[in-house]
């Protein structure tokens, strides 16, 4: 969920099919559906050595290109350390099932007619990839906002699937803060004349606008007083800031489509991690592993009374905040400060073994009807 340089994936993906039904938690019954993923590095003997990167709302699964401060030889994440994973997520339009592809057993596209995928749908979609990619445990798992949310949702669905988890301006129920400048952006799509129509294009112009009012809640006072500052004292118009901002929606218009942005942004209002768990709290007590949670401290979307939240109530879990001109976008920009936080972690515990292994008795079963 961010304004970062993100296109069509640099290299192409890989697409994972599954032919076993899925069942959203809308009681919307998928009788199979695919995904793209990336993968970087070699998967070790043991199965033990994986990294899953999880991505924020209009990304890719090429993790390397729109993080590449964090993955790639030499980095953070290095491949040839880990066997390094980033799936893209379930409504998106970089390759994963999403609204412009056709409805199953019939000739005609999703469109407005694509279910809602949540956060705990979506992991629930990456579990048969898991098997089949023949991954025992997880290193560390790691995403940002939205991407976040889904990380605490697996970390949670499965305690003992990961050994670390670093969870980044991300929260464990969406705000009603959030809410609203979600709904600001699907009105902004509503109110384009075209959106009711069942083509590809539909929507678009109301989706620059809609970018345009989500720009302003990824970034912060500061970070427009730096960038977008206008020298000229004498004008009276054509400021840059406005510029910038029709910009933005332009650039995300070539890369995006309408269908998709409005249902993630969905996916989105619909994350909380009590539902079904008794409460936040309850549920956030089931992650067992060692965790950083890593705020940013200008983020006006995310703010980090969210990330002090997740760290009060996951057992063990250290907190760390980022200080950044760049508001929620931080997450994405400030790679030496992420890199350091999360490195001096994995430095400590790097001799040491997850708590349990657990057995993969439904593998066979999965990789049978997954390819």
Same mark, same amino acid.
Not at 27 to 33: D, E, I, N
Not at 225 to 241: I, K, P, T, V
Not at 249 to 262: M, Q
């Given at each position: /969920?961010?304004?970062?340089?993100?296109?069509?994936?640099?290299?192409?993906?890989?697409?994972?099919?599954?032919?076993?039904?899925?069942?959203?938690?809308?009681?919307?019954?998928?009788?199979?559906?695919?995904?793209?993923?990336?993968?970087?590095?070699?998967?070790?003997?043991?199965?033990?050595?994986?990294? $899953?990167?999880?991505?924020?709302?209009?990304?890719?699964?090429?993790?390397?290109? $729109?993080?590449?401060?964090?993955?790639?030889?030499?980095?953070?994440?290095?491949?040839?350390?880990?066997?390094?994973?980033?799936?893209? /997520?379930?409504?998106?339009?970089?390759?994963? =099932?999403?609204?412009?592809?056709?409805?199953?057993?019939?000739?005609?596209?999703?469109?407005?007619?694509?279910?809602?995928?949540?956060?705990?749908?979506?992991?629930?979609?990456?579990?048969?990839?898991?098997?089949?990619?023949?991954?025992?445990? !997880?290193?560390?798992?790691?995403?940002?906002?939205?991407?976040? +949310?889904?990380?605490?949702?697996?970390?949670?669905?499965?305690?003992?699937?990961?050994?670390? *988890?670093?969870?980044?301006?991300?929260?464990?129920?969406?705000?009603? $803060?959030?809410?609203?400048?979600?709904?600001? +952006?699907?009105?902004? !799509?509503?109110?384009?004349?075209? $959106?009711?129509?069942?083509?590809?294009?539909?929507?678009?112009?109301? /989706?620059?606008?809609?970018?345009? *009012?989500?720009?302003?809640?990824?970034?912060?006072?500061?970070?427009?007083?730096?960038?977008?500052?206008?020298?000229?004292?004498?004008?009276?118009?054509?400021?840059?800031?406005?510029?910038? +901002?029709?910009?933005?929606?332009?650039?995300?218009?070539?890369?995006?489509?309408?269908?998709?942005?409005?249902?993630?942004? +969905?996916? /989105?209002?619909?994350?909380?991690?009590?539902?079904?768990?008794?409460?936040?709290?309850?549920?956030?007590?089931?992650?067992?592993?060692?965790?950083?949670?890593?705020? !940013?401290?200008?983020?006006?979307?995310?703010?980090?009374?969210?990330?002090?939240?997740?760290?009060?109530? !996951?057992?063990?879990?250290?907190?760390?905040?980022?200080?950044? =001109?760049?508001?929620?976008?931080?997450?994405?920009?400030?790679?030496?400060?992420?890199?350091?936080?999360?490195?001096?972690?994995?430095?400590?515990?790097?001799?040491?073994?997850?708590?349990?292994?657990?057995?993969?008795?439904?593998?066979?079963?999965?990789?049978?009807?997954?390819?």
């Amino acid at each position: /969920m961010t304004n970062a340089n993100f296109s069509p994936a640099s290299t192409p993906p890989k697409i994972f099919t599954c032919h076993a039904p899925l069942t959203l938690e809308s009681g919307y019954r998928l009788p199979g559906y695919h995904l793209a993923y990336h993968t970087y590095g070699t998967l070790n003997a043991k199965g033990d050595n994986a990294v $899953w990167i999880f991505h924020a709302l209009t990304a890719n699964s090429d993790a390397a290109d $729109w993080w590449a401060g964090l993955v790639g030889e030499g980095k953070l994440f290095d491949p040839a350390r880990y066997f390094i994973v980033c799936v893209n /997520m379930p409504g998106s339009c970089y390759g994963s =099932i999403g609204p412009l592809e056709k409805i199953p057993f019939t000739t005609d596209l999703f469109y407005h007619d694509f279910p809602l995928f949540t956060t705990r749908d979506m992991i629930r979609a990456y579990q048969p990839l898991r098997h089949y990619l023949g991954i025992r445990t !997880i290193r560390s798992g790691i995403g940002g906002s939205m991407g976040g +949310q889904q990380l605490l949702e697996w970390a949670i669905e499965e305690p003992y699937l990961f050994e670390h *988890v670093f969870p980044l301006a991300t929260n464990a129920v969406h705000s009603a $803060w959030a809410r609203a400048f979600n709904a600001s +952006q699907r009105i902004c !799509i509503e109110n384009d004349l075209s $959106w009711k129509q069942r083509q590809p294009f539909a929507g678009r112009d109301g /989706m620059k606008t809609a970018r345009s *009012v989500a720009l302003i809640s990824y970034r912060h006072y500061s970070t427009y007083g730096a960038h977008q500052h206008d020298e000229d004292d004498e004008l009276l118009q054509n400021f840059r800031s406005e510029s910038y +901002q029709r910009y933005q929606g332009e650039k995300l218009a070539r890369r995006f489509n309408a269908f998709s942005y409005y249902r993630l942004s +969905q996916s /989105m209002d619909a994350h909380n991690v009590g539902r079904g768990r008794g409460g936040t709290v309850n549920a956030l007590k089931e992650i067992k592993a060692k965790t950083l949670v890593i705020g !940013i401290k200008t983020d006006i979307l995310f703010p980090p009374s969210e990330q002090a939240f997740l760290a009060e109530h !996951i057992d063990g879990a250290q907190f760390c905040l980022i200080d950044s =001109i760049y508001g929620h976008d931080g997450f994405l920009l400030e790679f030496e400060a992420i890199q350091e936080k999360v490195g001096s972690l994995l430095e400590e515990s790097a001799a040491k073994k997850p708590a349990f292994i657990p057995e993969d008795t439904s593998g066979k079963t999965i990789e049978s009807l997954c390819t």
